[in-house]
């Protein structure tokens, strides 16, 4: 059977729409795995392979897209909110655990970039969870901001957050910026060249829906979030983590140094090549393979 699409209910009663990967090879109920992607990323970016590696290994997988974005409901449009984002998480697995291919005692979370982040939150508080992998993972919006932006910066940049903020409450539309940019000067949510040549490609050739936008105040919720900081409370939940070492992205010393705090029992697999070498080529094979040996060995025995 191919996937299919769906929709179930997010925060805010909003719908979410993505796609079902019913687990192959196997009869009766069969564990799940849910995944979503990072800043800005639709569901077309690369994440269903996953999916079906996953489904091939007899695990269904739920893809979606955040609120907010690709077919997804919700508004403002292009607005990146942690929370929201943590509790959809939670929202795909009720959803999940409704469906009769699911056996609801087995769950599996998958994320990948930010969405890597997301899972180590949602993997310290939904004990559902039976299994955590997360990929290349966003850390921390304090790390990030004081890594990323010059400290003579920073008050123009609260500034201007600021005063979105006051222009917001009064009425007026959120205030957009792109999301990638291909100089590392100019304003953007991320503003590297490889990350531009990586969404820009990604788009044109799989995901014609995919924006280069997003809301200003996206950045200021982004700096708040901090999914790292709980780390240590996924165990006894077994986590795999899968970090580039040359993650210059989601920095992979932030990953390094969570990963030290989480307990046993935990696993680091660390690979070469930057932030999106994990989607396509050798790097997908191993990341997927690690991913889904993951979850076999916890979710199916």
């Known amino acids: 059977m191919s996937r299919e699409d769906i929709e179930f209910k997010g925060e805010g009663d909003i719908t979410l729409r993505g796609w079902f990967y019913p687990a192959r090879n196997t009869t009766g109920p069969a564990p799940v795995i849910v995944l979503s992607h990072g800043l800005t990323a639709v ?48 929202n795909a697995i009720s ?16 994320g990948s970039s930010f969405s890597g982040g997301l899972v180590l939150a949602v993997g310290a508080n939904d004990t559902r969870v039976k299994a955590v992998v997360s990929q290349v993972p966003f850390i921390s919006g304090p790390g990030i901001v004081t890594r990323m932006v010059r400290p003579d910066f920073l008050p123009h940049l609260r500034e201007g957050l600021n005063g979105d903020r006051q222009h917001r409450y009064g009425g007026g539309e959120p205030t957009m910026l792109p999301a990638v940019t291909p100089d590392p000067f100019a304003q953007a949510l991320m503003a590297a060249t490889e990350t531009h040549d990586w969404f820009t490609k990604t788009a044109a050739n ?36 899968i970090v580039t070492s040359g993650d210059v992205v989601a920095p992979y010393e932030q990953a390094l140094e969570a990963y030290e705090r989480a307990r046993e029992p935990k696993q680091l697999l660390l690979l070469p090549g930057g932030h999106f070498d994990l989607y396509e080529g050798d790097g997908f094979v191993k990341a997927s393979a690690a991913a889904r040996d993951h979850f076999v060995t916890n979710l199916l025995g």
């Not at 091939?56 to 929201?84: K, T």
Request: with cysteine; charged share 25%; hydrophobic share 35%.
């Open 206 to 241: 799989h995901a014609p829906n995919w924006k280069n936008e997003v809301t200003v105040r996206s950045f200021e919720l982004i700096a708040e979030w901090d999914p790292g900081a709980t780390i240590d409370r996924i165990s006894p939940t077994p986590l795999l983590m």
């Open 95 to 110: 959803y999940a655990c409704t469906r009769p291919e699911v056996d609801a005692s087995r769950i599996g979370v998958w």
């Open 43 to 90: 569901k077309e970016m690369h994440i269903g392979p996953f999916a079906e590696a996953f489904a091939d290994a007899g695990l269904n997988a739920l893809v979606y897209d955040h609120q907010n974005f690709g077919d997804s409901d919700g508004l403002p449009r292009q607005e990146v909110d942690p929370i929201q984002q943590y509790r959809d998480y939670r």
